[in-house]
């Protein structure tokens, strides 16, 4: 029994493991600490102060930055999601059926958001939106997110369906299960892991992206990256890192929600 | 391969009929949105630059022939194979395929010793690693500049534990870009190598060790092929955003000299304004990477058929 | 897979369409990032009842290309700079005016009437004016600064501590000022001389950088900077000890023009926020915020002292100050070229 926890253990891995999130959250710590400077340079350190929260919430750019968080957050989550569904339905589609046609095809195109440089993007799809008479706005930024999002919620989905051999499904069709059935009782539940890789991965890419959005964003409508990189020009100011710090405590109210609901669902499971 | 048109199984007979449903919706979404604009760019690559951005709807190869001839500085000299640009390309894939394996070497630990924990832990572990990417990139890459200064905390702070008698010099070199381009892509890294660990069978590890293989043999022969897929997929999604990456290059790097990514923003955000030249070298920088993915895939393909 | 394309492009079309009908009381700026105080635009809004929106861009040339690539139309103004202003002229881009319909016109200053880029202010007004120049950490270099050889051929202490800015336009004609040569000169002498100096002043510079330009002074990564005026003030503001430079070889003057778009859905609108923005204390507003200067007669009394009397606001009278030229195509192309000779 303890051969197979042996196993599983690498020397090393958890001193990795932590110096990898040593360097991703460092830089953080630079952020939430200068969100309480008193002083408007990010450089210099002028004493304690939550003028920049008060600012966040109270302040004339309040509004914005409201308005700014919420349109980052929807279009992520929706982005996201769509994007999320889409590549599902891609990667069971190219890892079940070999004979599809244009399967490279396939292939190419599902990467090739990837691939175009974001300005060339950025430019076309502005061109292409006015050719077209599409207006932009709220619309055409969500649509431009879920086309880039799409393979970063591919790849993790697709490399996960490659682990799982089909015979999982064809015992659920012997038993008379439909092929939906089979799709949402067997095949679904493998793919889980995948499919919440890359949703998370969608969902960063879209929160962060400016320079697509920038362009394809009508007049009056902001995401955060579009606001936030206004105050760059001026020298990153403390407000944004208070913004910062609030998102940062959200992401970990959320993980602290599903760390709570997935000990609930434990707890419930041993009692059973 | 990891996005994989390799590995599909023969007998998949379930999906017989509604493969071409079910990848209709990314042809109609990608096909429309981001399929018909780019083949506009090729054909934009094509035409005549208008003064100041913008194109004229004449046939003219001027991109292609300034991206690969060199006619010198006034445009008379006898034409002679132009480095600058190809000098450009092959530095920031080299910079990317550095980003990557760094990315793989830390990526691949992490991924699987989250992939090792009990299963409630993981989904926490996986929001751990993705929480710093809910703050702006541009202010996390600030903030790194600032950790790494040349007076900042870090050097600081080994100076104080006397680790090193002068500061680091780190800002404005290629070191600085490296860990940019690292802190900025590692979850792309992490994420599908997870995906793919966590479906890990322990029971050829524990068949491995009956053989008396020990943990570093069968890391190499066991467990890296069996997630060879989510280490694919990884390098590509870290590999090709890193091409274009322009915000480590500029703010950590310093910005001396052009990556791909910046040369093309150049063309259609800058004072040149060439943008069939901008639209060249962006299927130029496709038609590299597209070639090698599809290339790779069929042979995968070729090899799963075998 | 027509069909379907023909409904999706319908459907999509129309939930777009919904956003474009632009009604009466509405105004549509297109404006650099962070130059304008949100109250100034809350006062316009409230007093003309006008609904503001303001979408943003980080360059002129960024601006340009947006419009070009299909944004025309959505805006009612824009900010461009001095030849940005002619160039867009010359695009077409632009809709004119009669100095008549806006009724502070006469709140011009006089020198900023007649201007090269827009002869006679038929399509814009004066927003805000400065300079480009340097500024040089007075605890690090103690030495004359008023020369552009701080910047081509340092002195050895301030090697490889140095920022310029990451604009073609700005570096090229700071170059050619130390050159004394003219600018968009096309002699092929005066052109590799200028290819030569900037390659070999580059193993000079730490960084190139317009965002940056004004923490890397703060922060004291770089001794020397490259640098907008009102940029320098802030800097100057946040803590750090530098000095503004005025080369006596010269130094860039600039001036960002508010301009009447063609095709502007809110014309009227349009012309109501420049004669808004010709208010002496409106322009101070903003002068106030950007610590450059109005281009608008009788600003000083709503004016902070620190912005009137700063030392990049108040140049001396010696060393003149240059407009960036638009240079002709031709000629343009081997700017480019020494460009992205200077980057590869």
């Not at chain 1, 930055?65 to 999320?84: D, G, R, Y």
């Not at chain 1, 939106?129 to 790849?155: D, M, N």
């Not at chain 3, 130059?35 to 040339?61: C, G, H, R, W």
């Not at chain 3, 808004?276 to 009394?301: D, I, K, M, R, S």
Request: charged share 15%.
């Amino acid at each position: 029994m303890s051969k197979i926890t042996d196993m599983r253990r690498f020397p090393g891995f958890l001193q990795l493991t932590l110096l990898c999130l040593l360097v991703l959250y460092a830089p953080l710590m630079v952020v939430m600490v200068y969100s309480f400077n008193d002083s408007t340079s990010i450089t210099l350190w002028g004493g304690f102060s939550l003028r920049w929260y008060e600012d966040v919430f109270f302040g004339l750019d309040a509004p914005k930055f409201k308005q700014a968080a919420l349109n980052s957050l929807t279009i992520a989550v929706m982005a996201a999601t769509c994007a999320t569904i889409i590549a599902v339905s891609a990667a069971v589609a190219m890892m079940r059926a070999r004979h599809l046609k244009g399967r490279t095809a396939s292939f190419a195109l599902i990467n090739l958001p990837l691939m175009v440089p974001e300005i060339v993007t950025a430019v076309a799809s502005l061109i292409f939106f006015s050719a077209i008479g599409f207006a932009t706005g709220y619309a055409t930024i969500l649509v431009a997110h879920i086309v880039f999002c799409i393979p970063f919620a591919y790849l993790p989905i697709a490399a996960r369906m490659q682990s799982i051999e089909d015979t999982y499904e064809q015992a659920a069709m012997d038993l008379y299960a439909t092929p939906a059935q089979a799709f949402r009782l067997v095949l679904l539940p493998l793919m889980m892991p995948g499919i919440f890789s890359g949703f998370l991965l969608a969902f960063i890419i879209s929160l962060d992206d400016f320079l697509i959005t920038n362009f394809v964003k009508g007049a009056g409508i902001e995401t955060l990256p579009t606001a936030i990189f206004g105050s760059v020009k001026q020298g990153i100011k403390p407000n944004i890192m208070a913004i910062s710090t609030l998102l940062l405590l959200v992401s970990v109210g959320f993980v602290t929600l599903s760390y709570l609901a997935s000990r609930m669902g434990q707890n419930r499971e041993k009692k059973s | 391969m990891a996005g994989g048109i390799a590995n599909a199984s023969e007998s998949a007979g379930i999906y017989k009929g509604r493969a071409g449903l079910l990848i209709l919706p990314s042809w109609l979404v990608i096909g429309f949105f981001l399929l018909l604009p780019v083949g506009m760019m090729l054909i934009y690559s094509f035409l005549t630059k208008e003064f100041r951005g913008g194109v004229i709807w004449e046939f003219s190869l001027a991109a292609y022939d300034q991206f690969f001839f060199n006619r010198g500085l006034f445009g008379d000299e006898p034409p002679q194979i132009e480095w600058t640009y190809i000098n450009i390309f092959w530095r920031s894939l080299w910079q990317a395929g550095l980003a990557t394996l760094f990315c793989l070497i830390i990526g691949f630990p992490t991924a699987w010793f989250i992939a090792t924990r009990v299963p409630r832990h993981r989904t926490v572990w996986l929001l751990l690693i993705t929480i710093p990417y809910w703050v702006n990139l541009l202010i996390r890459t600030v903030s790194m500049k600032f950790l790494i200064r040349d007076t900042g905390p870090m050097n600081e702070f080994l100076i104080w534990l006397g680790a090193i008698g002068e500061p680091l010099q780190l800002v404005n070199t290629n070191i600085a870009v490296q860990l940019g381009l690292f802190y900025s892509y590692l979850p792309f890294m992490v994420l599908p190598i997870y995906a793919s660990a966590e479906r890990y069978n322990f029971a050829l590890s524990e068949a491995a060790a009956d053989l008396y293989a020990g943990r570093w043999t069968t890391l190499r022969l066991i467990i890296l092929p069996a997630v060879k897929p989510g280490i694919i997929a990884g390098s590509i999604l870290v590999f090709v955003p890193s091409l274009g990456a322009f915000l480590a290059p500029d703010l950590l790097g310093g910005a001396k000299t052009f990556m791909i990514g910046s040369l093309i923003e150049e063309q259609f955000k800058g004072n040149a304004g060439n943008w069939p030249f901008g639209a060249a070298a962006s299927i130029i920088l496709l038609s590299i990477v597209m070639t090698v993915l599809i290339f790779y895939a069929r042979s995968q393909t070729r090899r799963e058929a075998r | 897979m027509k069909q379907l394309l023909k409904y999706s492009v319908a459907a999509i079309a129309l939930t777009g369409f919904s956003s474009t009908a632009q009604a009466e009381g509405k105004l549509s700026i297109y404006h650099w990032f962070e130059y304008i105080p949100q109250e100034l635009l809350d006062k316009f809004a409230k007093e003309y009842d006008v609904e503001v929106t303001m979408d943003t861009y980080d360059s002129n040339e960024a601006m340009l290309a947006a419009l070009k690539a299909g944004k025309m139309g959505s805006y009612d103004v824009a900010v461009p700079g001095d030849y940005m202003v002619e160039i867009m002229a010359g695009e077409g881009l632009l809709d004119t005016f009669e100095p008549g319909e806006l009724s502070n016109f006469s709140n011009i200053q006089p020198q900023w009437l007649d201007v090269s880029f827009d002869p006679g202010r038929k399509s814009s007004i004066p927003y805000q004016w400065g300079s480009t120049s340097f500024s040089v950490n007075r605890d690090k270099f103690k030495g004359d600064i008023n020369t552009t050889s701080i910047l081509f051929d340092p002195p050895a202490e301030l090697s490889g501590k140095i920022n310029v800015l990451d604009t073609q336009g700005e570096l090229l004609t700071m170059a050619s000022i130390h050159m004394g040569i003219p600018q968009c000169s096309s002699d092929r002498e005066q052109l590799k001389g200028l290819n030569k100096l900037v390659q070999d002043a580059k193993t000079h510079w730490a960084s190139f950088g317009s965002d940056t330009a004004k923490d890397v002074l703060v922060s004291g990564d770089a001794h020397v900077g490259m640098i907008w005026s009102g940029f320098s003030a802030k800097a100057r503001n946040e803590g750090a000890n530098i000095e503004y430079a005025y080369p006596k070889e010269g130094y860039i003057v600039w001036m960002d023009n508010v301009v009447l778009l063609k095709d502007a859905p809110n014309r009227e609108n349009a012309l109501k926020f420049m004669n808004f923005l010709l208010e002496p204390e409106n322009a101070a507003a903003v002068t106030n915020y950007a610590q450059y200067t109005a281009g608008v007669a009788g600003t000083e009394p709503f004016l902070d002292e620190a912005v009137k009397n700063s030392p990049e606001s108040n140049p001396p009278s010696g060393p003149v100050g240059h407009f960036v030229q638009a240079c002709p195509q031709d000629v343009q192309v081997l700017y480019d070229a020494i460009w992205t000779n200077l980057k590869k």
